[in-house]
T-cell receptor
Framework: TQLLEQSPQFLSIQEGENLTVYCNSS?????LQWYRQEPGEGPVLLVT?????EVKKLKRLTFQFGDARKDSSLHITAAQPGDTGLYLC????????????FGIGTKLQVIP | GAVVSQHPSRVICKSGTSVKIECRSL??????MFWYRQFPKKSLMLMAT?????????EQGVEKDKFLINHASLTLSTLTVTSAHPEDSSFYIC??????????????FGPGTRLLVL
């Protein structure tokens, strides 16, 4: 079983549409990261959230950490083809990156 | 942001040979590096935690004699796949922990190494 459940696993949308990706767990995390990975490359860090209820914005991307620090969401406004990629959430259970666990990822395709 | 490099980016080897993969933190010192393995359409699976100056900590089910890790300096960790077999073919990714970033400690990933064992 996955410690971090991501949904949906696949998403294909038209350019300009909005979307939300979810990352859920029954465990409490000291921090949670969102990454974007292109095929054949390593993940690139988008954001780290630390405080329960925290909201961070990165241009058209909005990240929220749940109040209980068990879940997170990524919302993309007016998606563009350049947003296409695999979005991974990763949670740090113990702090200090001793054990970061990854979700299976959401594969996003934005069609022009 | 911080930069982590990996070398080689892809390697093809014969079954039974050993392959060494290097992971370097280019603009920061990393006392801890992590080695992951990613199967097609699967998430990243942590293999081991590499600590500078001490033995690596391996995750359950990962053979330490099969996957040798050496963290010789604060900017370099190596993963050696010994006596490689076709089932070792995978995408290997390292990451390094930066304690000095603006947001405090965070983890940066290398670009990955694609290993194909024939």
């Amino acid at each position: 079983t996955q410690l971090l459940e991501q949904s949906p696993q696949f998403l294909s949308i038209q350019e300009g549409e909005n979307l939300t990706v979810y990352c859920n767990s029954s465990s409490v995390f000291s921090s949670l990261q969102w990454y974007r990975q292109e095929p054949g490359e390593g993940p690139v860090l988008l954001v780290t959230v630390v405080t329960g209820g925290e909201v961070k914005k990165l241009k058209r991307l909005t990240f929220q950490f749940g109040d209980a620090r068990k879940d997170s969401s990524l919302h993309i406004t007016a998606a563009q083809p350049g947003d296409t990629g695999l979005y991974l959430c990763a949670g740090d259970l113990t702090g200090g990156y001793q054990k970061v666990t990854f979700g299976i990822g959401t594969k996003l395709q934005v069609i022009p | 942001g911080a930069v982590v490099s990996q070398h080689p980016s892809r390697v093809i080897c014969k079954s039974g040979t050993s392959v060494k993969i290097e992971c370097r933190s280019l603009d920061f010192q990393a006392t801890t590096m992590f080695w992951y393995r990613q199967f097609p359409k699967k998430s990243l699976m942590l293999m081991a935690t590499s600590n500078e100056g001490s033995k690596a900590t391996y995750e359950q089910g990962v053979e330490k004699d099969k996957f040798l890790i050496n963290h010789a300096s604060l900017t370099l960790s190596t993963l050696t796949v010994t006596s490689a077999h076709p089932e070792d073919s995978s995408f290997y990714i390292c990451s390094a922990r930066d304690l000095t970033g603006e947001i405090g400690e965070t983890q940066y990933f290398g670009p990955g190494t694609r290993l194909l064992v024939l």
